[in-house]
């Protein structure tokens, strides 16, 4: 008696896990704290919160549901070109196959921020976490449970199960260095921005465990590169961005670009973020997939939708299906009294 699917998609989430990459998401500029702690509070701003959601694989059933929630704000005087900290609190859950394989972590970040001059600025962050594994095993089904007329819930699968759950804290760092030509070019729609980072998650190898299998999480190196230009005279801007993941045996290479069309101008009093505009782009995940992307941004808040649309091996099955993606961001601007001076 073969045992069912639901077995298949316990141990290809523990795979997962276990062997493969971290999960993230495919909006990853709208995830600073997964992509790099010196991310936390460097933005030009009082107040970040940000909600992600991703569902995927469901070609293969009750496959990967992801969401993440994250809260940063840099904490300054009247006067942004000053070095200062930035705090942040980030969630993130995910969930796979019948079993609800999940990980599910709790982290806090702080960085040092330290504006080089008017246009440039350096920061270094740490983040410290809790993360939780944790499986229903009483959902799956399994072949010793066959009765010889159907599947049993009451005989012992005779599987060797470990806890339900295993606990381990995480350790990470990263550097984030940016170049912003400042809040004039806005009344000319010549903003320029570029910011290049660098980070290691897992820098203490924590250990994580399902059924009797033991191992050490791969620590993972994030590079992150992403700009905004305005086309000179226009409304139109060019958003590109690069990432890659570098964990273990795995490699990951994220590359794309949004073209913004500003609908409404911010005002001097409110600056950058109190602009209005809609985003349209795509991003490739290389020999993976091809990602549309639409934004829209509404004075503070902006929501961004996406698909991964499957490119890999993989699509046979998946006849090109991947993940649809939602992100929610609520920014609250620092306004003219924290201009620089």
Do not use: C
């Given at each position: 008696m073969k045992k069912r699917y639901s077995i298949f998609g316990f141990f290809f989430a523990s795979c997962v896990a276990l062997h493969a990459q971290d999960l993230h998401f495919s909006q990853y500029n709208e995830t600073p704290q997964l992509i790099?702690?010196?991310?936390?509070?460097?933005?030009?701003?009082?107040?970040?919160?940000?909600?992600?959601?991703?569902?995927?694989?469901?070609?293969?059933?009750?496959?990967?549901?992801?969401?993440?929630?994250?809260?940063?704000?840099?904490?300054?005087?009247?006067?942004?070109?000053?070095?200062?900290?930035?705090?942040?609190?980030?969630?993130?859950?995910?969930?796979?196959?019948?079993?609800?394989?999940?990980?599910?972590?709790?982290?806090?970040?702080?960085?040092?921020?330290?504006?080089?001059?008017?246009?440039?600025s350096f920061s270094l962050g740490i983040s410290v976490g809790g993360a939780q594994n944790k499986a229903n095993y009483a959902a799956l089904r399994w072949g010793d449970q066959y009765n010889g007329t159907g599947f049993d819930a009451t005989i012992n699968s005779n599987e060797p199960f470990a806890q339900p759950s295993s606990f381990y804290t995480d350790l990470s760092a990263g550097v984030?260095?940016?170049?912003?030509?400042?809040?004039?070019?806005?009344?000319?729609?010549?903003?320029?921005?570029?910011?290049?980072?660098?980070?290691?998650?897992h820098m203490n190898r924590p250990e994580q465990q399902y059924f009797s299998l033991t191992e050490k999480l791969y620590g993972k190196y994030v590079l992150n590169i992403n700009g905004f230009f305005d086309i000179s005279?226009?409304?139109?801007?060019?958003?590109?961005?690069?990432?890659?993941?570098?964990?273990?045996?795995?490699?990951?290479?994220?590359?794309?670009?949004?073209?913004?069309?500003?609908?409404?101008?911010?005002?001097?009093?409110?600056?950058?973020?109190?602009?209005?505009?809609?985003?349209?782009?795509?991003?490739?995940?290389?020999?993976?997939a091809f990602i549309p992307q639409v934004n829209f941004e509404i004075v503070n808040f902006s929501i961004g939708v996406s698909y991964d649309l499957n490119?890999?091996?993989?699509?046979?099955?998946?006849?090109?299906?991947?993940?649809?993606?939602?992100?929610?961001?609520?920014?609250?601007?620092?306004?003219?009294?924290?201009?620089?001076?």
């Open positions: 790099n702690p010196g991310s936390t509070g460097m933005y030009d701003g009082a107040l970040r919160a940000i909600i992600n959601y991703k569902n995927q694989w469901q070609s293969m059933g009750n496959a990967f549901n992801t969401m993440a929630a994250s809260f940063d704000a840099p904490i300054v005087g009247k006067k942004a070109n000053k070095a200062h900290l930035g705090l942040g609190l980030n969630f993130f859950n995910d969930k796979a196959g019948d079993a609800k394989v999940g990980l599910t972590v709790v982290a806090v970040s702080m960085s040092g921020i330290l504006p080089v001059n008017r246009e440039s984030n260095y940016e170049y912003y030509n400042g809040k004039n070019a806005m009344d000319r729609n010549e903003q320029k921005r570029l910011a290049i980072g660098v980070a290691y998650f005279g226009t409304s139109v801007s060019i958003v590109p961005s690069f990432v890659a993941f570098l964990q273990g045996p795995s490699r990951e290479y994220n590359i794309g670009a949004l073209v913004r069309y500003r609908l409404k101008n911010s005002t001097k009093v409110t600056g950058f973020i109190s602009e209005s505009g809609i985003s349209i782009g795509a991003h490739y995940r290389f020999k993976d490119m890999s091996s993989y699509s046979s099955v998946s006849r090109y299906n991947g993940g649809a993606e939602i992100s929610l961001k609520y920014l609250i601007s620092r306004g003219a009294k924290w201009q620089q001076k």
